[in-house]
């Protein structure tokens, strides 16, 4: 039973800055990636930051220099810093995690419901 449920999200100005968060729960025995996706309506999901179990992170070019992820593993959490903030950012947020649930399971990948950022001009 993992489940995935991020927060932080809202209605902010152009920008303005906002700051998701992602709490892994249930049954974890280990998380290999984390990220960040982000959909609009009409349009796919698409991946806006990752990050690797040793820190290694990546970014879509769109949020380069503006958004930073970041992860705490003892507490099983991803965070996104989104700074700079501007309307083509307004999506539905997801955050997503490859995580092993016991031992003896294998590594899945699992999504949380999604957090609405909406970027006012």
């Known amino acids: 039973q993992v489940q995935l449920v991020e927060s932080g999200g809202g209605l902010v100005q152009a920008g303005g800055s906002l700051r998701l968060s992602c709490a892994a729960s249930?049954?974890?025995?280990?998380?290999?990636?984390m990220g960040w996706y982000r959909q609009a309506p009409g349009k796919q999901r698409d991946l806006v930051a990752g990050i690797t179990s040793g820190g290694t992170t990546n970014y879509a070019d769109s949020v380069k220099g503006r958004f930073t992820i970041s992860r705490d593993n003892a507490k099983n959490m991803v965070y996104l810093q989104m700074n700079s903030l501007k309307p083509e950012d307004t999506a539905v947020y997801y955050c997503?995690?490859?995580?092993?649930?016991?031992?003896?399971?294998?590594?899945?990948?699992?999504w949380g419901q999604g957090t609405q950022v909406t970027v006012s001009s």
């Open positions: 997503n995690a490859d995580i092993r649930p016991t031992r003896y399971h294998p590594t899945l990948q699992y």
């Open positions: 249930g049954s974890i025995f280990s998380i290999n990636g």
